[in-house]
Structures are given as C-alpha cells and as structure tokens.
C-alpha cells in the first residue's frame, strides 16, 4: 500500500534531501510528486520481457574490456607527496563528525 502524499511528506522529503522547500510550495510539491508517481506506476505496466538490455540507443555494440589487473600499485610515495597534509605516509584530513 503506498504511502499518502501530503504536506508532511513533502516536508519530511525536504529534510531527508536537504532541500529548502517554502510552505507557500508544498501543495503544489505535492502535486508535482503525485504526478511523478503516477507516471512511475505506468512504467510497472510495459511488458519488457522481450527486451534485450542494451549500452547504446544508436547501434549494437560491444563494451570494451581488459584484463583486471594492478598496473599502478607500489606508488605510495608520488602520491602522497600531492597530498596537501601528510602524516607517516597517510592523508591528513580535517575532522568531520564530532
């Protein structure tokens, strides 16, 4: 059962994606997710079982692929040396959870 939309969803989206919705605006969010909603159930609706997944809308093609490999290890030092804070060999960041 899907949940109601309602201003408090829309505020509680807000929060959760840190966005800065105004209250003169959360009917018509509320309109607008309805909307994409509805849209998005439509989808559930679109038989794809004969479908091939593709990488291209153009043409068929074939992605390119290597070996798996460790080709750039071992290089510890040029790269901490672009580091602007080092500490015996590690990356000196600011702290940020308190």
Do not use: C, H
């Amino acid at each position: 059962m899907p949940m109601p939309i309602d201003k408090d969803m829309v505020k509680r989206l807000g929060i959760l994606s840190r966005l800065s919705i105004p209250e003169e605006n959360t009917e018509e969010m509320v309109t607008e997710i309805k909307k994409i909603i509805s849209w998005v159930d439509q989808l559930k609706d679109v038989n794809t079982d004969d479908v091939l997944p593709m990488n291209s809308v153009v043409e068929d093609m074939d992605l390119p692929e290597r070996k798996d490999e460790i080709t750039d290890g071992d290089i510890r030092d040029a790269v901490i040396k672009n580091a602007p804070d080092q500490m015996d060999g590690y990356f000196l960041v600011p702290k940020v959870v308190e």
